[in-house]
């Protein structure tokens, strides 16, 4: 089945005046936003480049095979998505600028975002997703323990900063954390900056706290909300959810359904399914629904024990957990036994899910790490939360 390259193929000579903005366009901005820019691109929204010109850059940069590595969780194909988008008609001639990243431990803080001229009179503010960084994917579980994580704040504000740039309304998108970084900031801003935002786009992002969910500033914008799961989803599954949602069919197998490039497409749009895969129903409703009965003092602890037990690998990336797997299983285990027969306890729980999930849709458990058919409206409702 075809992919996000094969997209770029078959519409890359199609220009935006002759087949509008779709969502398969937005998921593309999206996964070029996990490319490090640093230096290539300006940090303000006053001087822009063009895509073309920036994947040009991007190739020459004396530092390209740093930036082509993309880690364990990011699909080394987005480097080759950003050359045929660049080289393309329909993506070579956006302008892109305002690419800021932000990476402190000390603060669990992981954010990145960079936003679009898309040539229609609209720009597309694209947040990233989940990278690399043990750090980044806590701040993920974080987001069902504190009422905002940095990285929310930061979206806000990113987001304040290039609507006074730029005038013009606006689409928001992301996918991963990404996805939920565009919902939260399509939330939070204000009332006058809201209504220049007209389509949020949430691919595969985890959830929010109930009480966010239920909060005026967040019921005005599930409207706009497009929000994207593969048939096996386990990112986008954590946490709570509102509006109507497309499942959209994939090629890989459990957790690795998370990579974008695995979701089958048509030259128009996803290829959509009627439902989640059981494995994924079943991590929604045991997951949620344990941690929902947990306090605010116990959900804090289980995410930070969690960590904790991660962090005791020494190792800072996923990479560098999967790079030497059975030395970092090793101080997992020694950890682990550390640890009081509580926090053990909900640790194990949460694994022993996670693996009998695997056991039924990975060929090998050792590839977890702790880390198209047009869906219309009317069949969009029928997948509700």
């Given at each position: 089945?075809?992919?996000?390259?094969?997209?770029?193929?078959?519409?890359?000579?199609?220009?935006?005046?002759?087949?509008?903005?779709?969502?398969?366009?937005?998921?593309?901005?999206?996964?070029?936003?996990?490319?490090?820019?640093?230096?290539?691109?300006?940090?303000?929204?006053?001087?822009?480049?063009?895509?073309?010109e920036f994947a040009v850059s991007f190739r020459s940069?004396?530092?390209?095979?740093?930036?082509?590595?993309?880690?364990?969780?990011?699909?080394?194909?987005?480097?080759q998505l950003l050359f045929d988008a660049g080289a393309s008609e329909r993506f070579g001639s956006m302008?892109?600028?305002?690419?800021?990243?932000?990476?402190?431990?000390?603060?669990e803080e992981q954010f990145s975002a960079v936003t679009f001229?898309?040539?229609?009179?609209?720009?597309?503010?694209?947040?990233?997703g989940t990278d690399d960084t043990i750090v980044g994917w806590k701040e993920d579980f974080n987001m069902g323990v504190l009422?905002?994580?940095?990285?929310?704040?930061?979206?806000?504000?990113?987001?304040?900063?290039?609507?006074k740039h730029i005038h013009s309304k606006f689409r928001i998108g992301g996918h991963s954390k990404g996805g939920n970084l565009a919902v939260y900031a399509g939330a939070a801003v204000d009332q006058k900056l809201k209504n220049r935002v007209i389509e949020i786009y949430n691919n595969d992002g985890p959830g929010f706290r109930d009480e966010t969910i239920m909060s005026p500033e967040f019921q005005t914008v599930i409207p706009k909300l497009h929000s994207f799961y593969p048939q096996f989803s386990i990112v986008g599954m954590l946490f709570s959810h509102a509006g109507t949602y497309t499942v959209v069919e994939s090629d890989q197998t459990g957790i690795m359904q998370h990579d974008p490039f695995s979701w089958h497409l048509s030259r128009s749009g996803f290829v959509a399914l009627q439902g989640f895969d059981a494995g994924s129903?079943?991590?929604?409703?045991?997951?949620?629904?344990?941690?929902?009965?947990?306090?605010?003092?116990?959900?804090?602890?289980?995410?930070?024990?969690?960590?904790?037990?991660?962090?005791?690998?020494?190792?800072?990336?996923?990479?560098?957990?999967?790079?030497?797997?059975?030395?970092?299983?090793?101080?997992?285990i020694s950890a682990l036994a550390k640890l009081d027969n509580e926090s053990r306890e909900n640790i194990m729980k949460t694994m022993q899910l996670l693996f009998r999930i695997a056991r039924r849709n990975l060929p090998a458990i050792q590839?977890?790490?702790?880390?198209?058919?047009?869906?219309?409206?009317?069949?969009?409702?029928?997948?509700?939360?």
């Open positions: 089945m075809a992919n996000l390259i094969d997209y770029v193929a078959w519409r890359g000579d199609i220009p935006l005046t002759v087949d509008p903005f779709n969502d398969i366009d937005a998921l593309v901005l999206c996964q070029i936003s996990y490319l490090d820019a640093g230096g290539l691109l300006g940090t303000d929204f006053k001087k822009c480049i063009t895509l073309s940069a004396e530092d390209f095979q740093r930036r082509s590595d993309t880690g364990a969780m990011i699909n080394k194909l987005s480097v302008e892109v600028c305002g690419y800021r990243a932000l990476l402190d431990i000390q603060k001229l898309t040539g229609d009179k609209y720009a597309f503010t694209a947040f990233r009422e905002t994580v940095p990285a929310q704040t930061d979206a806000v504000e990113y987001l304040i900063d290039a609507m129903k079943k991590f929604h409703e045991t997951f949620n629904t344990w941690f929902k009965e947990l306090s605010d003092e116990q959900r804090a602890k289980f995410v930070e024990t969690l960590f904790d037990v991660l962090q005791a690998t020494d190792a800072r990336t996923n990479s560098e957990l999967e790079s030497n797997w059975l030395r970092s299983s090793a101080k997992i590839n977890i790490t702790f880390g198209f058919s047009p869906v219309t409206r009317k069949e969009k409702k029928e997948n509700k939360w």
